[in-house]
Nanobody
Framework: QVQLVESGGGLVQPGGSLKLSCTASGRIFRLYDMAWYRQAPGNRRELVAEITSTDWTNYVESVQGRFTISRDNAKNTDYLQMNSLKSEDTAVYYC???????????????WGQGTQVTVSS
């Protein structure tokens, strides 16, 4: 009942930039936190960046100063601007949102299908 569509992944050279986007649609009463996670082969899924409904942001230390998360509440969309990309940023990036579908429903998490980001020369 809540769908997430991610876009913006791809292949980029070290030092390059990519911008990911994630749009939530469907039955949404209230959209809370939005976040991006990533998972590289053999690694655990890790939180990359998160943004609350009041625009408070948090980043994993390894991307601070290089990545910026933002959101457009009117479009139920968030963005992850990734600059100065490094080979170690290579992973599948997953969008995560916390949504209440009804006024009396506790918020729950939804996940996108993932988009591949490859940083390589």
């Amino acid at each position: 009942q809540v769908q997430l569509v991610e876009s913006g992944g791809g292949l980029v050279q070290p030092g390059g930039s990519l911008k990911l986007s994630c749009t939530a649609s469907g039955r949404i009463f209230r959209l809370y936190d939005m976040a991006w996670y990533r998972q590289a082969p053999g690694n655990r899924r890790e939180l990359v960046a998160e943004i609350t409904s009041t625009d408070w942001t948090n980043y994993v230390e390894s991307v601070q100063g290089r990545f910026t998360i933002s959101r457009d509440n009117a479009k139920n969309t968030d963005y992850l601007q990734m600059n100065s990309l490094k080979s170690e940023d290579t992973a599948v990036y997953y969008c995560n949102v916390r949504v209440s579908r009804y006024w009396n429903e506790n918020p729950r998490d939804y996940w996108g299908q993932g988009t591949q980001v490859t940083v390589s020369s």
